[in-house]
């Protein structure tokens, strides 16, 4: 897909449905989260909960045949950790990451959280991170460039002594799950695909504590920091309007 999806009113109105839905599964899986409990169980409460609501699936399951509803993904790994048996300890840090699909509308979510007490280097890459998420949607609206969204992120990241992860990406949604424009988290002002009103987009900050280069797992999904580093990833579905965004999810 060459150009941007433009919802219609009516396809707008289902995207915030499912995004009420999807916000509200993670609000509810992050409070789960504590010492002792495994990320199995995570899923289990995230799709007892998607399903509950009438139309709703949950997005990622049998999607290129992922297993499950959540990536959960823990320290060093950044992005599409498969919920099993792992225990979370005190002191984990863990991306929560799902999507809902309703009325054939894709929304896509992620939150990062602390397990118990994490260490102060912890807490602040967590919080560079959703700072890093909250300035690029200051700037959404009409016109606005991915190259803007990118370096916005970057700026934010780099400033703090962090790491953008380069190979992962935000992404368009709509019809499909991920669709144009990719949105990296590092780049150049000024450059990119340009935003029209009602395109809606997952901004979504992937950022290490140390080598921003990922190394792919046995599972043939879960990827991590090279050299082992905390990673932390937020990620907010958002609709474009004239003068700024709306947070779909």
């Known amino acids: 897909m060459s150009d941007i999806q433009v919802l219609t009113e009516a396809e707008i109105a289902s995207a915030r449905h499912g995004g009420k839905i999807l916000r509200a599964c993670l609000t509810m899986i992050a409070a789960l989260v504590e010492p002792g409990i495994t990320t199995r169980f995570l899923d289990e409460k995230a799709e007892e909960f998607i399903t509950s609501h009438q139309g709703a699936v949950p ?7 992922y297993p499950a509803t959540i990536c959960a993904s823990v320290n060093e790994e950044c992005v599409h950790g498969i919920p099993s048996e792992r225990v979370l300890a005190e002191g984990d840090i863990i991306a ?3 999507g809902v699909l ?3 509308l894709y929304t896509d979510a992620c939150v990062s959280v602390g397990v118990g007490t994490i260490r102060p280097n912890a807490q602040h890459l967590l919080d560079v991170t959703q700072h890093a998420l909250d300035a690029a949607l200051a700037i959404i609206r009409k016109h606005t460039k991915v190259g803007d969204i990118s370096s916005t992120i970057q700026t934010v990241v780099e400033s703090a002594g962090f790491h953008p992860v380069r190979s992962l990406t935000g992404h368009g949604l ?4 991920h669709q144009f424009p ?4 590092l780049g150049t002002p000024e450059t990119g695909a340009e935003l029209p009103v009602g395109a809606l987009i997952a901004i979504e900050p992937i950022v290490s504590a140390g080598s921003d280069e990922i190394t792919e ?3 043939g999904w879960t990827l991590s920091i090279r050299d082992g580093s905390l990673s932390a990833h937020v990620e907010h579905t958002v609709l474009v309007h004239a003068e700024n965004c709306e947070i779909i999810a």
């Not at 709509?174 to 799950?177: E, F, H, N």
């Not at 990719?182 to 988290?185: A, F, K, L, S, V």
């Open 102 to 104: 309703f009325d054939g």
């Open 96 to 98: 929560l990451d799902c």
């Open 174 to 177: 709509g019809r499909t799950l």
């Open 182 to 185: 990719d949105i990296p988290n």
């Open 217 to 219: 797992g046995g599972d």
């Open 59 to 65: 997005a990622f399951k049998g999607y290129q045949n």
